[in-house]
């Protein structure tokens, strides 16, 4: 059960100081209250064991019960099944608090125990509040993907910064515009500005931000290698199916092999050495400009007659999702 162990001892050192900042600004108050536990049967039969504190959340558990579904819902549509079929959801409330404001992951302690997602809920979150956050999303994208090293965080963090708006803007859940003007938006955030590979990074831009650009850029490469055949999103599949989800400890040239090898390319192994061991600045203004991404207030519109328009159109676009009605919309 050494994996499992040291996947987990990663983890813990990654957030701990995160941890430790959070709890001084916010000290949870429902800590000293003795947490319930439900089982809740998702739609695919996915079974999340949920431990909400006794003091309720200004919403009723029937919004509760929906985010999770909605967003259980949008990973299950990216990556065709929900990766894992148990999960440990731990809701924390935040005394006075209108936001939901932190969330983490951490691979269960040996192969058989769920991973657990921790969510920090404020008393007062709103059900728009609810609807609007991107925290649940995230996280369970990090479900999807076997547990790597520390120096390459920035891969794990950038497939759920890249993949969390899409596989919610695919079921519904936020506009597509808003994926590409965030994108668009916070990208710059992740180029270099040194001579240094992701490989290490510790700033949140380049972990975050940096390695969304690496999927971005992956997922155009791929679309171009195989002439539309397949996509990062088949990668990403083949990488859950293949090599395991967060309770498994990979190496990063194993699970860059398996996702190229499952879309018969070298891409994702080529654009490692060129993000992940240098400093790489594309021209962004160019990208945006082939894919008619152009910004407008606080928001974005899109030209079709941009040369990869249908590209971008593919890598993301509303599916007739069995999400609706989940969350009524308004
Ligand atoms: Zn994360």
Same mark, same amino acid.
């Given at each position: 059960?050494?994996?499992?162990?040291?996947?987990?001892?990663?983890?813990?050192?990654a957030?701990?100081?995160t941890?430790f900042?959070?709890?001084?600004?916010?000290?949870?108050?429902?800590?000293?209250?003795?947490?319930?536990?439900?089982?809740?049967?998702?739609?695919?039969?996915?079974?999340?064991?949920?431990?909400?504190?006794k003091?309720?959340?200004?919403?009723?558990?029937?919004?509760?019960?929906?985010?999770?579904?909605?967003?259980?819902?949008?990973?299950?549509?990216?990556?065709?099944?929900? $990766?894992?079929?148990?999960?440990?959801?731990? /809701?924390? %409330? #935040? !005394?006075?608090?209108?936001?939901?404001?932190?969330? &983490?992951?951490?691979?269960?302690?040996?192969?058989?125990?769920?991973?657990?997602?921790?969510?920090?809920?404020?008393t007062?979150?709103?059900?728009?509040?609810?609807?609007?956050?991107?925290?649940?999303?995230?996280?369970?994208?990090?479900?999807?993907?076997?547990?790597?090293?520390?120096?390459?965080?920035?891969?794990?963090?950038?497939?759920?910064t890249?993949?969390e $708006?899409?596989?919610?803007?695919m079921?519904? /859940?936020? %506009? #597509? !515009?808003s994926?590409?003007y965030?994108?668009?938006? &916070?990208?710059?955030?992740?180029?270099?500005?040194?001579?240094?590979?992701?490989?290490?990074?510790?700033?949140?831009?380049?972990?975050y931000?940096?390695?969304?650009?690496?999927?971005?850029?992956?997922?155009?490469?791929?679309?171009?290698?195989?002439?539309n055949?397949?996509?990062?999103?088949?990668?990403?599949?083949?990488i859950?199916?293949?090599?395991?989800?967060?309770?498994?400890?990979?190496?990063?040239?194993?699970?860059?092999?398996?996702?190229?090898?499952?879309?018969?390319?070298?891409?994702?192994?080529?654009?490692y050495?060129?993000?992940?061991k240098a400093?790489?600045?594309?021209?962004?203004?160019?990208?945006?400009?082939s894919?008619?991404?152009?910004?407008?207030?606080?928001?974005?519109?899109?030209?079709?007659?941009?040369?990869?328009a249908?590209?971008?159109?593919?890598?993301?676009?509303?599916?007739?999702?069995p999400?609706?009605?989940?969350?009524?919309?308004r």
């Amino acid at each position: 059960m050494n994996l499992h162990n040291s996947a987990l001892g990663r983890k813990l050192l990654a957030y701990s100081l995160t941890f430790f900042i959070f709890f001084l600004t916010f000290a949870p108050a429902s800590l000293k209250d003795k947490p319930t536990t439900t089982t809740l049967t998702l739609r695919d039969g996915t079974k999340v064991l949920c431990e909400m504190p006794k003091e309720p959340f200004a919403v009723s558990k029937e919004v509760i019960v929906g985010w999770i579904e909605s967003n259980a819902c949008a990973i299950r549509t990216y990556y065709g099944k929900f $990766p894992v079929p148990q999960l440990a959801l731990v /809701l924390r %409330s #935040v !005394e006075g608090s209108s936001s939901i404001s932190y969330g &983490n992951t951490f691979p269960g302690k040996t192969l058989k125990e769920p991973p657990r997602i921790t969510i920090f809920v404020g008393t007062n979150a709103s059900e728009e509040e609810f609807r609007r956050t991107w925290l649940l999303a995230h996280e369970m994208t990090h479900l999807t993907f076997p547990s790597l090293e520390r120096e390459y965080h920035w891969l794990e963090e950038g497939i759920a910064t890249y993949v969390e $708006p899409i596989a919610r803007a695919m079921t519904g /859940l936020i %506009s #597509v !515009e808003s994926v590409w003007y965030d994108l668009q938006k &916070n990208i710059p955030r992740g180029i270099p500005d040194n001579d240094s590979g992701l490989d290490g990074a510790h700033d949140f831009g380049r972990i975050y931000w940096g390695g969304a650009l690496f999927c971005l850029l992956a997922d155009l490469e791929i679309r171009r290698v195989t002439a539309n055949k397949h996509s990062f999103q088949d990668a990403l599949r083949a990488i859950m199916h293949r090599e395991g989800t967060i309770n498994t400890d990979r190496d990063i040239a194993e699970v860059l092999r398996a996702g190229d090898s499952a879309v018969g390319t070298t891409v994702l192994a080529t654009l490692y050495e060129k993000m992940g061991k240098a400093a790489y600045k594309p021209d962004m203004g160019k990208l945006w400009l082939s894919l008619g991404v152009e910004r407008s207030g606080d928001s974005v519109v899109f030209r079709d007659n941009a040369p990869l328009a249908s590209v971008r159109r593919n890598i993301c676009s509303r599916v007739a999702s069995p999400c609706s009605g989940i969350i009524p919309k308004r």
